[in-house]
């Protein structure tokens, strides 16, 4: 096995002090104004709440682990597998599937704690990028194309979803699939069998599974009984035996988690044991939402579409989100942020009367074409959305909001 793997993909800024994301979930302000900071992009930009704002954050997480910590705590009691020395045994081959960089630094943080368990097996290390643009990957590793036309026909699941792998990923006798379970817009959360489809999968399939995001279900917060996510898992199957390792980090970035076994029973109990740092309660739906986050979530436009389900759980109808996002690396396909995120994964997240204002570092001619307005700054948003009645979530990638009382029960967003 090679032990030359050095994770080249682009690195994002960690940020050192996030003012006040560890507070409790609501921190309902009608005090005298404050600074509220926002995670806008490469590095967060500061806004005035407005006095009476609700302002929605994290919840308080459980201290951060080493990696090192994280990874054996959770190789030592794997969920629904064997150990991974007992799969490993009767392995020549093994591919490691890791994130691309809209996973932040996932790969190159668990890489280094996994690889030492496989230096009695060839290993080949695949970057899992979706459909997303490739980016650098480890010497000696793989980078995924969706468009490569050697990808192999391994079937069609019962959904209608054709599926296909690389040859590398077919001819392992393990694939252990490495990733992050944090909350996804319409795969409930992130993680587990995503590695592999769509991580690794082809085109063709991956539009037709994320279809299936337009249907009751495929939802901000919901692993089960998602009709996404249970084609996404049927596909990874056919991939061949898997083993998953996913970690959870809490909002300083820190590992506080970590599961390993099977790619849905340690997926399933990850998302368990997430719900107590990503969920929070809303009491009221407000006029306006502002909502941001730091990269990767606003890299791009097509990646900040994410945030519009958790603003629009809060957003009142007839109401504004205010999206403020940098996209430094610009707004991504146009016509795919249009048509198959905002149209098809987003829109039953919102109320059926809404209006989105985008503030970004990109022009204004770069936004028209968008489904958003243009705003140079939050406060010239706010000067036309109103600011009267007002949430402001800082780090809206972190969170699933869910209402209490009778007005809404377990499922966030806008529809059940």
């Known amino acids: 096995m090679s032990r030359d793997i050095a994770w080249h993909c682009q690195s994002f800024l960690a940020l050192d002090e996030v003012k006040g994301h560890n507070e409790p979930s609501l921190g309902g302000d009608t005090g005298i104004e404050r600074s509220i900071q926002l995670g806008w992009g490469r590095q967060p930009r500061t806004m005035t709440a407005p006095t009476g704002a609700q302002v929605l954050m994290a919840p308080s997480a459980p201290p951060s682990r080493s990696w090192h910590d994280a990874v054996d705590l959770a190789l030592a009691a794997p969920i629904g597998s064997k150990h991974l020395e007992i799969r490993l045994a009767k392995a020549r081959q093994v591919a490691v599937i890791v994130p691309d960089e ?30 997303h643009p490739p980016c650098a990957g480890p010497p ?13 026909a391994v079937g069609t699941t019962s959904r209608g979803t054709p599926v296909r792998y690389p040859r590398a990923v077919l001819e392992a006798d393990l694939r252990i699939v490495l990733g992050e ?18 991580g690794v999968a082809g085109e063709d399939g991956i539009w037709i599974n994320h279809e299936l995001k337009a249907k009751p279900g495929a939802r901000l917060g919901r692993v089960d009984q ?27 970035g820190g590992p506080v988690d970590a599961v390993a076994g099977d790619l849905v029973a340690a997926h399933r109990e ?10 929070v309660t809303v009491p009221r739906r407000t006029r306006t939402v502002v909502i941001s986050d730091r990269e990767p979530v606003t890299m791009n436009l097509y990646q900040a579409c994410k945030l519009l389900p958790p603003a629009g759980a809060v957003l009142a109808d007839g109401g504004t989100v205010v999206l403020a996002a940098e996209c430094a690396h610009g707004l991504g396909p146009i016509s795919v942020i249009n048509d198959k995120i905002y149209r098809l994964g987003c829109v039953h997240s919102l109320p059926p009367r809404h ?12 936004v028209a074409p968008t489904f958003a307005e243009y705003a140079p700054s939050v406060e010239a948003a706010l000067a036309t959305a109103g600011a009267e009645d007002l949430t402001i979530i800082p780090y809206g990638g972190d969170l699933v909001p869910r ?6 029960s377990s499922s966030p967003g806008y529809t059940a």
């Open 355 to 366: 209006r989105v204002i985008l503030v970004t570092a990109r022009p204004a001619v770069e």
């Open 226 to 252: 998602n009709p996404c996510r249970d084609d996404m898992e049927e596909a990874a199957r056919m991939a061949g035996p898997a083993f998953l390792v996913n970690i959870i980090r809490g909002p300083d």
């Open 140 to 152: 000696g590793a793989w980078i995924h194309s969706a468009q490569d036309p050697a990808l192999i």
């Open 270 to 279: 990850g998302v368990r044991r997430a719900r107590r740092i990503f969920e």
């Open 403 to 408: 209402w209490s009382g009778n007005e809404r």
């Open 102 to 131: 809209t996973r932040k630094d996932v790969a190159e943080s668990l890489l280094p704690h996994i690889l030492p368990h496989l230096a009695d097996v060839e290993v080949s290390v695949g970057v899992a990028t979706g459909k």
């Open 181 to 198: 379970i944090r909350p996804h817009y319409f795969a409930g959360y992130a993680g587990g069998a995503k590695g592999l489809f769509p």
